[in-house]
């Protein structure tokens, strides 16, 4: 070959390879341009628009032991036809929802309680007659889901969602005032043992933002403010008696909040009173809310709000000098996948660290099935069993359903192993079953002798599971976040549950000036460390010509035998103008009525509750939400072409420390799956948008596998 021909055929390769890199670099801009469309995508729904949610606003208002929220939802419907939206919102199953109300461009429908069939048909004929309704309830096997429905969005238009609530800030480790909101929701397994009648929990790709902005104020003065969960900015004035915290970052609702705050002289009382109208009356009114934290413990670090190890070593050294039967009873089901079941792993070491050396000790695995890990029953704690237990601890995986109700029973159906050792269960869970109810029912008729405490394991753990539990098995709980320290809280929540209470509390007053006290005082309470004791005055009209009044409080502490007396003033002078305190006490009244029919069928004495009033007619007379009632609401104006409605329900985002398997509603192998909801029935043509989402997020995958490959082709 001569030197043309070889130059000539080189000239040509190189035609052919420039040739080929044009096309390889068209291939990877195609590619690009695809991975963008898939990226917007995955955040509409199966009709190819934007989810309707934009936005959810937290406005708090921190009162020391007291906090008012308003949430904010912001919807816009970007289709050309109305739209009916679906949302269920996570909520503190002992908190007062007392307001919800729709804003439209020209017009706010104000809410109202009703009974729930009222209110569904309120709905559904104002839905039908073209106009646009709203709807907000209680699911009644799920406590801590608010399921929101907005019927008639129209077209082109932002619609707000407000909600009010106000619920007591507990208190955690003696130290500090410990404040949650939830984010998201774990999908519920749907148990063989009761059917699911609630709309099912879905997660998927969605993207609206979360803000939170808290104002806190107290007379005693703020020593400290924190978030254990998120990054925040915390704003000091007024002396430091007052604080506004708000996120660093642009956030997403896929972990929950947690803000701790402590004051001087946490275990001196507060009160608050507000001023307020009497129910269907102009009349003025007054309600004080009186809270204190006995002092049971000493504890020389009560100035600081996240204990460091010198606080945990005094813990461990109360507990060794304890005794008892100690079961943990440890979920780890499916749902318990990715950072969780690390987590729940982490929480069972720290509990068997933690065991005093003269104890009994078992630990019961449950999925769908339970697994005692000693067979013969409880084992004496030593070096050796500690350290086996720990080793088989780190060998258990994630599998299978959440059956929580076969490994309870089967712990309270077990006899004690001795009399003089008190047996204390301890459940880790993430809580996400069906059957609630049946489960606190069998405890509550159950228990004995036997306290039951509950550590909740996640954002998105059931809140109405965990604390209904605890409180049923008269024992305590806390939730741990994946960034929490999880030793703190076993042990503070092992310490909580085996601590003495104080018992013998009295409130007394003057009975000229006071209508009732809330709860009873004539009925005995028990308060234990860590706990907070709430009690609601509701004055007279007569106190309204007074510019005080005296009220005194006392208990016998179970240490030093003495009584400790608090002598309170209340002055007319420090009210708030709010009935948020007084429905809060209407609140109370109605959890117990729930709680005690779960238990025997009748009313507890521990609430007045005047004449045959039931609780359905309590909570639409005091317009305070319950399982029994739903706000509701219709407006006034038509929309046109309501009749070409479409359905969209909008999912939560997935919890951060959940596994990225899961995308939909779990539902265990042998549980028949729901029904859907007949008051919210999709559209049946319609795919799943997390199915749908799902599957863009597999092409994404790949186009960006292809994407790598070809890059490598042209570098080459």
Not at 245 to 274: G, M, Y
Not at 348 to 360: G, I, R, T, W
Not at 694 to 705: A, K, R, V
């Amino acid at each position: 070959m001569c030197i043309r021909d070889r130059v000539s055929t080189q000239s040509t390769w190189g035609i052919k390879m420039s040739f080929q890199k044009f096309h390889l670099a068209g291939l990877a801009l195609i590619c690009l341009f695809g991975l963008t469309i898939a990226q917007e995508l995955c955040l509409v729904d199966s009709s190819g628009k934007k989810v309707p949610l934009r936005s959810i606003d937290y406005n708090i208002s921190v009162y020391e032991t007291l906090a008012d929220i308003e949430i904010t939802q912001t919807y816009f419907n970007d289709r050309d036809v109305p739209i009916e939206t679906q949302y269920l919102l996570p909520v503190n199953p002992d908190a007062a929802f007392t307001r919800m109300e729709i804003l439209l461009p020209n017009e706010t429908i104000r809410m109202r309680v009703r009974g729930k069939a009222e209110a569904q048909k309120i709905y559904d004929e104002g839905k039908a007659n073209g106009k646009t309704v709203g709807m907000g309830s209680l699911q009644e096997s799920a406590l801590d889901i608010m399921t929101i429905k907005v019927g008639n969005i129209p077209p082109n238009t932002t619609v707000k969602v407000v909600i009010g609530y106000t619920e007591n800030v507990e208190v955690q480790e003696s130290l500090f005032y410990n404040l949650i909101i939830s984010s998201t929701l774990t999908p519920r397994y749907v148990s063989r043992l009761s059917p699911n009648t609630s709309a099912p929990i879905t997660t998927g790709n969605v993207d609206f933002t979360w803000n939170i902005i808290a104002t806190m104020y107290s007379s005693k003065g703020l020593e400290a403010v924190q978030s254990s969960t998120h990054d925040v900015n915390v704003d000091f004035s007024l002396g430091k008696k007052s604080a506004r915290v708000s996120f660093k970052n642009v956030e997403k609702p896929n972990r929950n909040f947690a803000l701790q705050f402590s004051t001087a002289d946490i275990h001196q009382p507060t009160v608050i009173l507000s001023e307020h109208t009497l129910f269907n009356s102009s009349e003025t009114a007054y309600t004080a809310m009186i809270s204190f934290m006995p002092e049971l413990v000493s504890n020389p670090y009560s100035s600081v709000i996240i204990s460091d190890d010198e606080v945990l070593t005094l813990r461990r050294r109360r507990l060794s000098t304890s005794r008892g039967e100690f079961i943990i009873v440890f979920d780890r089901s499916g749902s318990m996948n990715g950072r969780r079941i690390a987590k729940a792993k982490e929480s069972v070491v720290a509990f068997l660290n933690a065991l005093p050396s003269d104890s009994y000790f078992n630990i019961i695995i449950f999925d769908d099935k339970y697994e005692p890990y000693s067979q013969e029953g409880s084992i004496r704690t030593s070096p050796d069993s500690i350290r086996k237990a720990t080793d088989y601890i780190y060998t258990v995986m994630d599998r299978g359903g959440t059956e929580i109700y076969d490994p309870i029973k089967y712990v309270l159906d077990t006899k004690q192993v001795n009399s003089d050792y008190p047996r204390y269960i301890f459940l880790m869970t993430d809580g996400d079953v069906s059957n609630t109810d049946q489960i606190l029912s069998f405890v509550s008729g159950n228990l004995g002798s036997t306290k039951i405490s509950a550590l909740g394991i996640g954002s998105g753990a059931s809140t109405y599971l965990v604390k209904s539990i605890a409180k049923v098995g008269k024992g305590f709980s806390y939730f741990v976040t994946d960034k929490e320290d999880v030793s703190q809280k076993v042990v503070s929540l092992m310490l909580k549950t085996i601590s003495a209470s104080c018992e013998k509390i009295t409130v007394s007053y003057d009975k000229d000036l006071v209508a009732q006290a809330i709860p009873n005082p004539e009925v005995e309470q028990v308060v234990t460390v860590n706990e907070v004791y709430n009690t609601f005055i509701v004055f007279k009209p007569s106190f309204a010509q007074q510019k005080s009044a005296d009220v005194k409080v006392s208990y016998l502490h179970p240490q030093t035998k003495k009584q400790v007396t608090f002598n309170i003033i209340v002055e007319k002078s420090t009210s708030l103008r709010t009935d948020s305190i007084m429905k809060l006490g209407i609140h109370k009244i109605l959890k117990s009525i729930q709680e005690w029919k779960r238990s025997s069928g009748k009313i507890s004495k521990e609430f007045y509750v005047e004449g045959d009033i039931t609780s359905k007619d309590l909570s639409v007379r005091y317009q305070v939400l319950n399982d029994e009632t739903a706000f509701v609401g219709v407006s006034d104006r038509t929309v046109q072409n309501a009749n070409n409605s479409q359905f969209i329900n909008v999912d939560n985002y997935e919890s951060i420390d959940y596994g990225a398997s899961n995308s939909t509603s779990i539902f265990s192998s042998s549980a028949p799956s729901p029904s859907p909801s007949p008051s919210a029935p999709s559209p049946p043509s319609a795919p799943p948008a997390s199915t749908f989402n799902t599957s863009i997020s597999i092409m994404l995958h790949i186009g960006y596998l292809t994407l790598l490959m070809l890059t490598f082709l042209l570098w080459q």
